[in-house]
């Protein structure tokens, strides 16, 4: 489970690239790899193990204009989604 005070990192290996508004993360070990939107492209670079979630949620906020709500809720599930990826960890 993340909570809003976990610190994230990427897991070692993970790299990434931005195309144009979006961003194509490879996990070489897994012979994966996923293309985040636009929003989700802004915060991975976030998960350097230094940024708590909750930062993650007001960077997503006001970047977007959301309600804190919808980002606590946007934030918690991509990051249970790339936890469960391998993309981070706590």
Do not use: I, T
């Not at 993340?2 to 690239?17: E, F, M, N, T």
């Not at 996990?27 to 293309?35: A, D, I, R, S, W």
């Not at 709500?69 to 391998?86: I, K, N, T």
Request: charged fraction near 25%.
């Amino acid at each position: 489970m993340v909570g809003l005070d976990d610190v994230l990192s990427l897991a070692p290996g993970v790299v990434y690239q931005g195309v144009e508004e979006e961003m194509v993360v490879v996990l070489p070990e897994k012979g994966k790899f996923l293309v985040l939107n636009e929003s989700a492209a802004y915060l991975l670079p976030r998960l350097d193990g230094r940024n708590p979630a909750h930062r993650l949620v007001a960077d997503l906020a006001a970047r977007y204009d959301l309600g804190l709500e919808r980002a606590r809720a946007d934030v918690r599930d991509w990051l249970r989604e790339l936890v469960a990826a391998g993309v981070c960890w706590l």
